[in-house]
Nanobody, 115 residues
Framework: QVQLVESGGGLVQAGGSLRLSCVAS????????LGWYRQAPGKQRELVAALPRGGTTNYADSVKGRFIISRGNAENTVYLQMNSLKPEDTAVYYCTALSRARVYWGQGTQVTVSS
């Protein structure tokens, strides 16, 4: 039983930066992975970045070198730092957690990048 709340979305100009935050609660010590997905209109939800326990990270090819996933000082907090944003990054971004072979989702936060 894990609850996820993400925040930090908004409207930014192309080339700008934005940082998303996600706070997990509930059975947080059972979480095996924290990550971020996104879904643009008319497209499938896709993995953006993942941070398993142990610190190995994975990124979508489209965001490598621009986005950074990291843990906060609090064990149950994860961030997505987004730099050099492009209009094609526009999507609803979802925090996700894997816990005891179950996947949990946040409510989503809108990111809009204008050209």
């Amino acid at each position: 039983q894990v609850q996820l709340v993400e925040s930090g979305g908004g409207l930014v100009q192309a080339g700008g930066s934005l940082r998303l935050s996600c706070v997990a609660s509930g059975s947080i010590f059972s979480i095996d992975l924290l990550g971020w997905y996104r879904q643009a209109p008319g497209k499938q939800r896709e993995l953006v970045a993942a941070l398993p326990r142990g610190g190995t990270t994975n990124y979508a090819d489209s965001v490598k070198g621009r986005f950074i996933i990291s843990r906060g000082n609090a064990e149950n907090t994860v961030y997505l730092q987004m730099n050099s944003l492009k209009p094609e990054d526009t999507a609803v971004y979802y925090c996700t957690a894997l816990s005891r072979a179950r996947v949990y989702w946040g409510q989503g936060t809108q990111v809009t990048v204008s050209s």
